[in-house]
């Protein structure tokens, strides 16, 4: 999956007065959309390093970066202002997944930083008070300035479910955006465990009851600032899939050599999928 780094580092822990080098890479996250540099034959994923960016108009002083993280030393920064840079342009994640760029730690590193760009995007000011809010100098929060609230990085918790009968998976498809083989998803509500969840959303979206519900493994996913919690379960009694009509167009039992997915193997999903058709489940 996109968190497996073998050798690689990711630190994500939060050093406020760390200063950016001229080597550190930076994200200009704008539009849901980051800057990288335009694509050749190798297919790599370039980000531009503070000395490029320092070098052009739109640079406002170290003060502007805000530090994320490093992998393997490294670090990273993150400005929410749009750059002119030569030899580069702005991508979405979704496209940076679709064309499987490499390498796997810095595509990773992408998916993290939006994950944060977003939250630092939306969290301008309090949602007490209405004040300026400001980085805290502890711990990665934004502080409020008047009342001193403090909010961290949201983290939506959801789940992926492989629903099996016997030797045959549920495989569907979506009604609009993801075009291609998935599994049931959703995320968590309010006063719900994660089992609950699992078996809230195979009712609603296919009609079908499930037993044995099994824990698999978890994923960080920041296209959509997530936490994707992925489990198998049974189905209990009728395998008639009835849908809702809302989410999906599809829900079809699949036997283990016919399932197919996208590459690349970045995601949950398509780790279940392959788990079940190599037996693994």
Known sequence: MIQDLGSHKLDNRYYSERLPKEDDAVISYVGRKILIRELDEARKLVLPTVAEYAGTADYAGAAELIYLFSVDGRGFFMTLVQMDLPGYSYMSLRDIRAIALEPQEYVFAAFTAVHLGEWYRRKRYCGACGAPLGPDSRERAMRCSSCGEVFY????PAVIVG?????????TRYLRGYGHNALVAGFAEIGETLEETVAREVMEE?????????YYKSQPWGIASDLLTGFFCDVDGDTQVKLDGQELKSA??????EITWQ????????????AFREGWI
């Open 163 to 171: 629903v099996i009968d016997h030797g045959r998976l549920l495989i």
């Open 252 to 257: 079809i039992w699949t036997l283990r050599e």
């Open 206 to 214: 296919t009609g079908l009851r499930v037993k044995n519900i099994r």
């Open 153 to 156: 990085p949201r983290i939506n």
């Open 263 to 274: 590459p690349p193997e970045y995601s949950l999903t398509a780790d279940m999928m392959k």
